[in-house]
């Protein structure tokens, strides 16, 4: 069957502007996504540093703006000193997180240096489950000291005699959930982060500070978790995190395709909680969302287990999810979400970036390839330009499971007024039905008329088709021919289970 939709929007009704730092990512000390995948010294693409250079291409291709690091539940045991320094000084630990062995040959300076190389800002998280306050003064004092204090000189004498002036700071991770290393109840971590977030700022005031929201919407905390935290320490932090990631359950693909619905949801709660806090604080500022660890898991599970018992082994193969079309489908349709978000929204992460639940995936010793999630995320980062424009949609709804009648059409567009370039990015959530979009452009008309310039479909028969080491291409975008620009009417036509990128200039 045929279905119809339309999306309207005029220049002059934005949200806000698009932000680089919605397209970041993390990369944890989890399983495989250092060591193995951003870290391999002796790969053949390795620098002299140990850094996969065929990861770093790719890395540049994706379009990643930020990285967080160094986790995870992994951050909330360690020890950052352990990472820097000369090579054989640095301990072997455990990590009580994922139940591996931590060799410390990739830290803080190692991880600088790659972001360096990947052209990425960092996003640092400090261990406030065993540590605290004196920890966070002292790995930023290292990170972004001038020389002449022992830690900042610490660093020069590792190498690295420039502060790195790193911006964002995690206040630890998921501290509401009860399987973090050093979990307490929401006011125990609000008054930890607050007064952490503040003796961070004497250091340097103008940090941009990221407390722990809930690690789920489903968890039994959420709302007052966010409420005690913000009640604790509104005036200290700039954003609240927030996380989830989505998968199909089941049969349940209805659901699944529609997981938007739940983060559009999931955030407008967090900004609602954050709004309430801010009136009752009579604040003028408001705090922001930092999705930092937002993705989907693959429906057939991930490769490897994690080890368990008497097994520590270093860089364990898990977790790593071999994405399907669909998947990239619905990780299109997140995108549109935090898109659409963009005035709340201040940054996001994917996680992760390597191996992890990623986008990216590395053999040891072997090649690197991008799975199917890697392309909407590429072509939504390199070409969402400008301001986030209001899109009034009519669509047709298909019933789900989890989420009531859900919208089949979803869509979200940039626009770039200086260099007149609409970017549409559209996604049909039916498993069955063609699409047909009608989005008019009169608005935008202005003398010289916009020309579709490029269209690119994200759509495999069947949904269910992966890439693989061996067959690395066979998700990928490819032209998307039924786009149609008539009498400044847009139209396309939208195959089940697609999304799809249609950029607009004006020529002539
Ligand atoms: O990204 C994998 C893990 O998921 C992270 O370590 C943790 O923060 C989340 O629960």
């Known amino acids: 069957m045929t279905l119809h ?10 949200v806000a502007p698009v932000r680089r730092r919605t397209f970041g990512s993390f990369v944890e000390h989890m399983a495989r996504c250092v060591h193995t995948g951003v870290f391999e ?25 930020s990285v967080r690091y160094p986790g995870g539940n992994f951050v ?48 640092y998280a400090v261990n406030l489950g065993t540590r605290g306050t004196q920890e966070a003064l002292d790995v930023l004092e290292y990170a972004n000291g001038e020389v002449g204090t022992d830690l900042a000189d610490h660093r020069a004498l590792n190498g690295h005699p420039e502060p790195y002036d790193v911006r964002m700071w995690c206040l630890g991770n998921e501290m509401d959930g009860p399987w973090q290393l050093g979990h307490v109840p929401a006011r125990d971590y609000g008054v930890l982060a607050a007064e952490t977030a503040r003796a961070m700022r004497r250091a340097d005031p103008d940090l941009e500070l990221v407390a722990c929201g809930s690690s789920h919407s489903a968890m039994p905390t959420f709302g007052s978790w966010e409420q005690a935290v913000l009640e604790a320490g509104y005036d200290a932090i700039d954003m609240l995190s927030a996380h989830v990631y989505y998968r199909q359950e089941g049969e349940d693909r209805a659901s699944y395709l529609a997981s938007a619905d739940d983060m559009d949801a999931y955030i407008d709660a967090v900004v609602a909680t954050s709004d309430h806090v801010r009136a009752l604080k009579g604040d003028d500022k408001h705090v922001m969302i930092s999705f930092d660890e937002w993705n989907v898991v693959a429906a057939r599970g991930d490769s490897g287990t994690e080890p368990s018992g008497d097994d520590w082994p270093v860089a364990p193969r898990f977790a790593e999810s071999t994405y399907s079309a669909q998947d990239a489908v619905v990780v299109g349709s997140l995108l549109i979400s935090l898109l659409r978000h963009t005035d709340r929204v201040a940054s996001a992460s994917q996680a992760q970036l390597v191996n992890v639940l990623a986008p990216i995936r590395t053999e040891p010793g072997g090649r690197a390839w991008r799975q199917s999630i890697f392309h909407p995320f590429a072509l939504t980062s390199r070409h969402a330009r400008g301001q986030v424009l209001q899109l009034d949609i009519d669509s047709p709804t298909t019933p789900t499971r989890k989420y009531g009648d859900s919208a089949v059409l979803d869509a979200v567009a940039t626009w770039d007024a200086d260099g007149g370039a609409l970017t549409v990015f559209a996604v049909n959530r039916s498993a069955d039905d063609v699409v047909d979009l009608g989005v008019p452009l009169l608005a935008f008309g202005n003398g010289t008329p916009l020309t579709v310039i490029e269209a690119a479909l994200l759509n495999e028969k069947d949904p269910d088709v992966v890439n ?30 697609s999304w799809a990128m249609i950029r607009l200039e004006r020529r002539g």
């Open 468 to 497: 693989t080491a061996g067959r690395p291409d066979r998700v990928v975008p490819r032209a998307f021919e039924d786009v149609h620009l008539e009498d400044a009417r847009l139209s396309a036509s939208l195959p089940p289970i």
């Open 41 to 65: 010294p002796g790969h053949p693409s390795a620098d002299a540093d140990g850094l996969r250079t065929d990861v770093l291409e790719l890395v540049r291709e994706l379009g990643v703006s």
């Open 76 to 123: 909330s045991g360690y020890r950052w000193e352990d990472g820097v320094g000369p090579l054989e000084d640095r301990p072997v630990r455990r990590d009580l997180a994922w139940h591996s062995t931590e060799p410390n040959t990739f830290g803080l300076d190692e991880f600088m240096t790659w972001c360096d190389a990947a052209d990425v800002e960092p996003m």
């Open 5 to 14: 939709a339309a999306a309207h929007l005029h220049p002059h009704l934005v």
